[in-house]
């Protein structure tokens, strides 16, 4: 059984930072991708950072380019550092890994979000 669980999450100021982890449990193999998600009252849920194995390669949406940074902390640990924070970040963000789980299969697994509320 894998589990992704996060925290970090609360409110904060406009122009504050928060700090997310996430962290990966159970009978992981490996893990290929690691990606903070966000979704918004009313929205789709929207991709806000990819981290692939090691972190050598890492993508931004264009909303959070130079604010945001992710990281991997080890195989199984990412952060979500997060500055400058906007009220149109408010979300409840979840951490999604794509992985091989130690009987073989590849799947993607979520956690159960962390709510960010930036407010104005």
């Known amino acids: 059984q894998v589990q992704l669980v996060e925290s970090g999450g609360g409110l904060v100021q406009a122009g504050g930072s928060l700090r997310l982890s996430c962290t990966a449990s159970g009978s992981i193999a490996s893990i290929n991708a690691m990606r903070w998600y966000r979704q918004a009252p009313g929205k789709q849920r929207e991709l806000v950072a990819t981290?692939?194995?090691?972190?050598?390669?890492t993508n931004y949406a264009d909303s959070v380019k130079g604010r945001f940074t992710i990281s991997r902390d080890n195989a199984k640990e990412v952060s979500l550092q997060m500055n400058s924070l906007k009220p149109e970040d408010t979300a409840v963000y979840y951490c999604?890994?794509?992985?091989?789980?130690?009987?073989?299969?590849?799947?993607?697994?979520w956690g159960q979000g962390t709510q960010v509320t930036v407010s104005s």
């Open positions: 981290i692939t194995t090691g972190g050598s390669t």
């Open positions: 999604q890994a794509h992985l091989q789980t130690a009987r073989g299969s590849f799947n993607s697994y």
